[in-house]
């Protein structure tokens, strides 16, 4: 699913060159449920925004389902995004003018599907995160449980390869957190291939194995 | 499809700021159309009245002191020219007129001869008009228009009575059919009398403008050059080249509509920058827009919008501005044409070209100045997108 081959990314920061990404490669195969774990700082987002496709690396070869990304241009990145990548991001990050199903229809919207079907299946993702009775709420009328179910019934609408969470739990209390990640645990259960970016040691042992990454490079790789 | 629905979306979302936003294009779009219509109108109430004169009117206006060679024999002698229907010398003056206790000054008294009514398409309502034994024995009568025999006689069956001006009594022979109002002025507040009488009440010796009517609308150019070198014939030894000047309706029309015109480019023009300047308050709203949501930008390019998508997105937003705006602002001036018509006293139509000129500048604003913010939207890189808070 995901190759990494010496991926390497730096920033200017003031002034001053970041080296984000140090000659990084690693391999997740189809179906795994994978944590990459770091400390703030460490380049774990500039990682997943590459995983992402929504930043290209300097150098180095990243394969997404057996496309070379780095060859692609802004509108190829976007329609891979579109149909390879499922968003969870910590901040839910839905759209406030929009109720819970228009928010899940969105990335149908950009896949250009039809009406009828992108409410069909948009009813069908938030019914398959228990929100079949919220749907014309809007996300200020949600908890925040109920805000990143929604978010990860937009991540599961299209349908894509892979599952691409970003803190997912970090602005949710315990108790909601764990709810979440019995949801994630379920979605890899039915075969989605899941990549969950944390710096909670706890979160990232209810993976398969984890992936630590400091100061921009791959440490260890921990079994889960 | 559903980038009209999204953008109907956002600008429901915040209603008043669209409000006021549209209002720019609102006001801009209302003053251009009203502005115009007013002067198109100015321009068709002109040339209706010139129309209304007769276009196959002429007048020759004599400006000599002395050796005045035009007399009604000349006069009469014009009649016969070529292009030529008829000539009747022309005199005003103004005063009070009385019938008993009844009072009119608002009178225009003309003096001129037999077949005045015809070079000004008046006809008679009762009696007769003014014959040349009126002009030769200096009778006193009158003719009078609706509004001076109503005020004097209380009714237009004035036929038979008299009045007096200046002392002198005179006989009411004839009233003319209702002629309303023009450009010069009032019609029915004539009081027609003998050349000759005016003459000596005026206390204008001679004559100084003759009232020509050409034998048709087409003929109006060789009565005129019959008329000059009829003129010119008898200037001959004259000190100055002014001593004479033709006009014709026709050239009239033409120097008043090239007027009104400027007047209706001028007032659009003034209109036109307001336009602009609510394009201008299109663009920075969006720029806001933009700005204000960029992290929704992010979040749309992440979950797989192209720059094409956001591009659209926000232009239809700006377009659906604007074009509401533009459909507004022609509703307001429907309804501030009806109500400016009667207190102009004049009809105002918008013409069908006008009102889609309007509606499509407005649109080509929408686009103009929703380029560059949509354009700006789209050009945001999705992880710095994402980032802004």
């Known amino acids: 699913m995901i190759h990494m081959q010496d991926i390497n990314k730096c920033y200017q920061l003031g002034g001053e060159k970041v080296h984000a990404l140090n000659q990084v490669s690693f391999d997740i195969d189809d179906g795994e449920y994978v944590a990459i774990i770091g400390p703030s700082g460490s380049g774990k987002s500039t990682l997943m925004n590459i995983i992402g496709c929504l930043d290209v690396q300097d150098s180095g070869t990243y394969r997404l389902a057996g496309t070379d990304t780095s060859k692609y241009s802004n509108r190829q990145l976007a329609r891979l995004r579109s149909t390879h990548i499922g968003f969870i991001f910590q901040g839910f990050n839905l759209l406030g003018r929009l109720n819970a199903l228009e928010n899940v229809e969105l990335p149908l919207i950009y896949q250009g599907i039809g009406r009828r079907q992108r409410r069909r299946q948009a009813e069908e993702a938030l019914d398959s995160v228990g929100l079949s009775d919220r749907m014309k709420h809007r996300p200020a009328q949600l908890s925040g449980g109920q805000q990143q179910r929604v978010a990860i019934a937009r991540a599961l609408v299209a349908k894509p390869h892979l599952i691409l969470a970003d803190e997912p739990t970090g602005n949710l209390d315990t108790a909601t957190g764990a709810e979440i990640m019995g949801l994630f645990e379920q979605l890899h259960h039915q075969g989605n291939t899941i990549v969950l970016i944390t710096h909670d040691q706890g979160i990232a042992a209810r993976a398969q194995r984890a992936l630590r990454i400091v100061d921009g490079k791959i440490q260890q790789v921990e079994e889960g | ?389």
């Open chain 2, 1 to 389: 499809m559903n980038s009209i629905q999204m953008a109907f979306k956002s600008i429901l979302g915040n209603k008043m700021r669209s409000f006021l936003t549209m209002l720019g294009i609102i006001i801009g779009v209302a003053s251009v159309v009203v502005l115009v219509s007013i002067g198109q109108g100015a321009n068709q109430s002109v040339s209706d009245s010139i129309q209304k004169m007769g276009t196959n009117l002429l007048s020759v206006n004599i400006n000599m002191r002395r050796n005045n060679p035009i007399t009604l024999q000349r006069v009469n002698e014009m009649r016969s020219l070529e292009g030529v229907a008829q000539a009747s010398p022309f005199s005003m003056s103004s005063g009070t007129l009385k019938a008993g206790l009844q009072q009119y000054e608002d009178g225009s008294i003309i003096a001129t001869t037999p077949g005045y009514d015809v070079i000004r398409n008046y006809s008679l309502a009762l009696g007769r008009f003014l014959t040349e034994p009126d002009v030769n024995n200096r009778n006193f009568v009158a003719v009078l228009g609706q509004e001076a025999a109503e005020e004097l006689f209380g009714s237009i069956h004035a036929v038979g009575e008299t009045f007096t001006w200046k002392g002198y009594p005179f006989t009411v022979v004839g009233i003319l059919n209702e002629i309303g109002t023009s450009m010069a002025g009032s019609g029915d507040n004539l009081i027609l009398i003998p050349y000759t009488v005016g003459e000596r009440l005026f206390q204008r010796k001679g004559i100084n403008s003759v009232y020509v009517s050409a034998t048709s609308a087409e003929d109006v150019d060789v009565a005129q050059e019959s008329l000059t070198s009829y003129m010119d014939a008898l200037m001959v030894g004259a000190s100055s080249s002014t001593t004479y000047r033709i006009y014709n309706q026709t050239t009239a029309l033409e120097t008043l509509t090239s007027a009104t015109n400027t007047l209706t480019l001028m007032l659009g023009g003034i209109a036109a920058i307001s336009l602009l300047v609510g394009g201008i308050g299109i663009m920075n709203i969006m720029l806001v827009s933009v700005s204000e949501r960029t992290r929704e930008i992010g979040i749309r390019k992440a979950i797989g919008a192209t720059r094409g998508n956001i591009l659209s997105q926000f232009l239809v937003e700006a377009l659906v501005v604007s074009l509401i705006g533009g459909l507004l602002g022609l509703g307001i001036s429907v309804l501030a044409t009806h109500l400016l018509s009667p207190v102009l006293g004049m009809t105002l139509t918008i013409s069908p070209f006008i009102a889609a000129v309007a509606v499509v500048f407005s649109l080509t604003i929408g686009i103009v100045f929703g380029l560059y913010p949509a354009n700006k939207a789209s050009k945001l890189l999705p992880v710095l997108a994402l980032r802004h808070e």
